[in-house]
C-alpha cells in the first residue's frame, strides 16, 4: 500500500517565499513517504507565484492542490465581528472546515502555518493512532486565568493550532464546525486568540496531546523554562525534560 501524506497550508503572494521555505522543508525530510498532496488554500495567489511553488513540487516529484480562499466568515455563518483587516484575518478559520473544504476522499490532513519548518520524517506523526480523538496538537503555554476567561473546562489543554493533525471523519462525525460555529455566536463574534480559541473551545476534550517536539515554537527555545513559568503561571503544561527534548531534538519548528 502507497505511503500517502496529505498536507494543508494558507498563503498569499506575500506570504509565498515563506511557504516555499515551508514546502522545501517537507519534501526534503519525508522522502519516505510515496506520495505527499500539499493542497493550498490561496488568498489569491499570482501565476508567478505559482510557478515557483509548482517547481519546488516538481523537483521532488510531490503535488500541490490550489483552492481559492472561500469567505469562510460568511460562507459558514461563523458571525465574527468585522476588525481592521478582518479580510485576511478571519481567513485562518479555514483550518476548522478542512472537512468542507478538501475533497471527500481526504479522510485526515496535518494542517500547517507556512511559518513552520519541517525538520524529521513525520511517519510516526502521520501513523499515529489518535486513539478516537479528532485531532492532535502541542499544548501552548497560557495560565489558568486564560482557561476561565475562554470558557474552557478543567481537565482540558489549550493548543497551538500552528500545526493540527486533523481526522476529517471523525471531525465531520462529531459536527466539530457546528461547535465552532456556536462558540463564536455565543461570544458575539468576537474571539480572544481568533481561530485558535475557536479550536480548542470546539474541540475541547477532543484533542490528543503530543510531545512539544510536533510543534517547538520559538518562546520554547528564547526563554527560559523557570522564566516561561513564572511569566506565564502556566499549570497545565509540559514538564521541563519534555521542552528540553523538544528543543533538542523538533521535527516541526514554529517561527
Given at each position: 500500500m502507497s505511503k500517502v501524506l496529505n498536507v494543508s497550508y494558507h498563503s498569499s503572494d506575500l506570504f509565498a517565499p515563506v511557504?516555499?521555505?515551508?514546502?522545501?522543508?517537507?519534501?526534503?525530510?519525508?522522502?519516505s513517504f510515496d506520495e505527499i498532496h500539499v493542497y493550498i488554500f490561496e488568498y489569491p495567489m499570482n501565476e508567478e507565484s505559482k510557478r515557483k511553488l509548482n517547481s519546488l513540487a516538481k523537483k521532488y516529484g510531490r503535488n500541490l492542490h490550489y483552492?481559492?480562499?472561500?469567505d469562510i466568515n460568511k460562507d459558514e455563518?461563523?458571525?465574527?465581528?468585522?476588525?481592521?483587516?478582518?479580510?485576511?484575518?478571519?481567513?485562518?478559520?479555514?483550518?476548522l472546515y478542512l472537512d468542507d473544504l478538501l475533497p471527500e476522499n481526504v479522510e485526515k490532513v496535518l494542517y500547517l502555518d507556512s511559518d513552520i519548518l519541517?525538520?524529521?520524517?513525520l511517519t510516526d506523526l502521520w501513523e499515529m493512532d489518535l486513539q478516537g480523538h479528532v485531532?492532535?496538537?502541542?499544548?501552548?503555554?497560557?495560565g489558568e486565568k486564560y482557561y476561565q476567561l475562554l470558557g474552557?473546562?478543567?481537565?482540558?489543554?489549550?493548543?497551538?493550532?500552528?500545526?493540527?493533525?486533523?481526522?476529517?471523519?471523525?471531525?465531520?462525525?462529531?459536527?466539530?464546525?457546528?461547535?465552532?460555529r456556536e462558540y463564536c455566536k455565543?461570544?458575539?463574534?468576537?474571539?480572544f486568540f481568533m481561530e485558535?480559541?475557536?479550536?480548542?473551545?470546539?474541540?475541547q476534550e477532543d484533542i490528543l496531546i503530543l510531545h512539544p517536539r510536533y510543534n517547538m515554537y520559538t518562546m520554547m527555545e528564547l526563554i527560559s523554562y523557570e522564566e516561561l513559568m513564572k511569566l506565564r503561571k502556566a499549570e497545565r503544561y509540559y514538564t521541563k525534560k519534555e521542552i528540553e527534548e523538544a528543543v533538542a531534538h523538533p521535527a516541526i519548528i514554529h517561527l
Open positions: 511557504l516555499a521555505t515551508s514546502l522545501a522543508s517537507l519534501f526534503e525530510n519525508n522522502k483552492i481559492l480562499m472561500p455563518k461563523l458571525g465574527l465581528a468585522e476588525v481592521k483587516h478582518a479580510g485576511w484575518f478571519f481567513y485562518s478559520y479555514m483550518k519541517v525538520v524529521d520524517d485531532a492532535a496538537g502541542v499544548i501552548d503555554c497560557l474552557l473546562s478543567d481537565g482540558t489543554y489549550y493548543c497551538n493550532s500552528g500545526m493540527i493533525l486533523e481526522d476529517l471523519k471523525a471531525w465531520r462525525e462529531k459536527k466539530i464546525g457546528d461547535k465552532v455565543k461570544n458575539g463574534g468576537y474571539v485558535q480559541t475557536a479550536f480548542n473551545a470546539g474541540v
